[in-house]
Antibody
Framework: QVQLVESGGGLVKPGGSLRLSCAAS????????MFWVRQSPGKGLEWVST????????YYAGSVKGRFTISRDNAKNSLYLHMNDLRVEDTATYYC??????????????????WGLGTLLTVSS | EVVLTQSPATLSLSPGDRATLSCRASQSISYYLAWYQQRPGQAPRLLIY???NRATGIPARFSGSGSGTYFTLTISRLEPEDFAIYYCQQRSDWPPLTFGQGTRLDIK
C-alpha cells in the first residue's frame, strides 16, 4: 500500500534553512505529481508546492516563492522541500501528498489521495 | 485566486443525524472540487473528488454534489468516527491550489 514518510522537521531560527524529505513506497513514484501541504498549529490547510512527475515543472504558493525549492529523486523514490530564509509564519506541520491520478495514465487530478503523517517545523528565536 | 468559503464554521449534530456541509467558490470552478476529512492528530483523508466521486474505500454514506460555485458534502447518517474537520479544495484555477477554511463537525 502507499506509504509516505516525512522527515527533517525541527526547530530553526528565523532566517535559517532546512530541508524536508519524504520517502515514498507502494506505488510507481515516477508516475505521479507530488505536493507539499502545510498546516499551522490549530489552523487550516495551505498548499505549498507541486512538482511534476518528471521534476521539470514546479509550482509554489506566493508565500514561499523565492524561498522554498521543491525537488525529487525518482531513483530514490524521494521528495524534498528546501526551505531558506525561514520566517515565524512558516511554523507548521508539513505534509507530503500524492496526486490522485498517474500523470500519463488517468491524468493528474491535483487532488491529494495519500498523505504522510507530517513533520513539524518550528521557526522561533 | 479562487477563494473557497465553507459554512457553517461549526456544525453540532448527533450520531445518526444527516449532515450537510457547504463550500462556495469565488468564481466558477466547474466540478473541480474535492472534500477531505481530518480527524484530530491525523493527516487529512480524501473523501470526494471532482465534486461527486467517492475516493477508494470511502463509505457510501458520504456523498458530494454541486458545480460552478456551490458544492455540498452530505453524510447521510453520522457515525461516531465522522466527527472531525472537513475541508474543500479546488483545482480548477491554479496555482494556487486552495482550500476552504474548514467546517468542524461536533457531537451535540
Amino acid at each position: 500500500q502507499v506509504q509516505l514518510v516525512e522527515s527533517g522537521g525541527g526547530l530553526v531560527k528565523p532566517g535559517g534553512s532546512l530541508r524536508l524529505s519524504c520517502a515514498a513506497s507502494g506505488f510507481i513514484f515516477s508516475d505521479y505529481y507530488m505536493f507539499w501541504v502545510r498546516q499551522s498549529p490549530g489552523k487550516g490547510l495551505e498548499w505549498v508546492s507541486t512538482i511534476a512527475n518528471n521534476g521539470r515543472a514546479k509550482y509554489y504558493a506566493g508565500s514561499v516563492k523565492g524561498r522554498f525549492t521543491i525537488s525529487r529523486d525518482n531513483a530514490k523514490n524521494s521528495l524534498y522541500l528546501h526551505m531558506n530564509d525561514l520566517r515565524v509564519e512558516d511554523t507548521a506541520t508539513y505534509y507530503c501528498a500524492k496526486d490522485l491520478g498517474a500523470h500519463d495514465g488517468t491524468g493528474s487530478y491535483y487532488f491529494f489521495d495519500s498523505w504522510g503523517l507530517g513533520t513539524l517545523l518550528t521557526v522561533s528565536s | 485566486e479562487v477563494v473557497l468559503t465553507q459554512s457553517p464554521a461549526t456544525l453540532s449534530l448527533s450520531p445518526g443525524d444527516r449532515a450537510t456541509l457547504s463550500c462556495r467558490a469565488s468564481q466558477s470552478i466547474s466540478y473541480y472540487l474535492a472534500w477531505y476529512q481530518q480527524r484530530p492528530g491525523q493527516a487529512p483523508r480524501l473523501l470526494i473528488y471532482d465534486a461527486s466521486n467517492r475516493a477508494t474505500g470511502i463509505p457510501a454514506r458520504f456523498s458530494g454534489s454541486g458545480s460552478g460555485t456551490y458544492f455540498t458534502l452530505t453524510i447521510s447518517r453520522l457515525e461516531p468516527e465522522d466527527f472531525a474537520i472537513y475541508y474543500c479544495q479546488q483545482r480548477s484555477d491554479w496555482p494556487p491550489l486552495t482550500f476552504g477554511q474548514g467546517t468542524r463537525l461536533d457531537i451535540k
